[in-house]
């Protein structure tokens, strides 16, 4: 067993995996979402690697893997799960080659967002009835943990993962109150709120007057801060857990843009007039 700090499991890393396995192991457990749950926080799909080196020190890319997405097709079961993504690849070289130098399964937020890693396993072991099966902790907050599993299949590996956003993060569409937008950013002298849905910030741009305090609602189950840019001069949130709030008051007339500190890709501009 592979132990170092990084990977001391969490409460809610262990309860993750437990549920993945429970959820890997179930039979029958064809649980799959439908196409309309795509667009929520943790359905992917992620971009994925195995590099050289180690999680805390990744190398070059070695293998690709497929992108981790969600199973496409009716929702079966009385109650949906967490959101699950996964991925299965098979990649040209056996488990014994990899084995003898460092590798790590690494994952990335998208496509559009290769420079943020939100879950990475390093490769190591107890390879058991040929098969490896490492744990990929939560990086950046993303609040997406899982497992990995690779399998000996002659030459090559079979290597498949699964992700899951963290329990309680995102109980599905129960918990968390449909995107009814809030958001439509009527310009007042007072108080106007952005949610935070989806990994945006409301419409993205918001026209306000001098004096106006804007509040910013987290309604995903992903963490998100409220950067000013250049550099969190302006302002500049705490990290917003879900329900989390962040305000601000802008005194002075301007342009103020800002992002996402974990998600380089989310963007927002106030224009204070
Ligand atoms: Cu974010």
Redesign the pocket.
Known sequence: MVQDTRRTPSVRFVACAVLLMAAIMAPGGHSVRAAVQDDQAGAGPYPAHIHAGTCDELGEVEFPLTDATQPEGEDEGTAPSLVVTTSTTTIETTLDELLLDAHALNVHMGADDMGTYVACGDVGGVVLDGELVIGLGELNDSGLSGVAILRIADDSTDVEFYLTQAAGDDGGAAGTPAASPAASPAASGDEVTVEIVD?AFGEGTLEVAVGTTVRWVNNDS????VTSLPGGDDFQSETLREGDEFTYTFTEAGTFEYF?E??GN?AGTVIVT
């Open positions: 990994f992903a963490p998100h801060t996402c974990f998600h989310m």
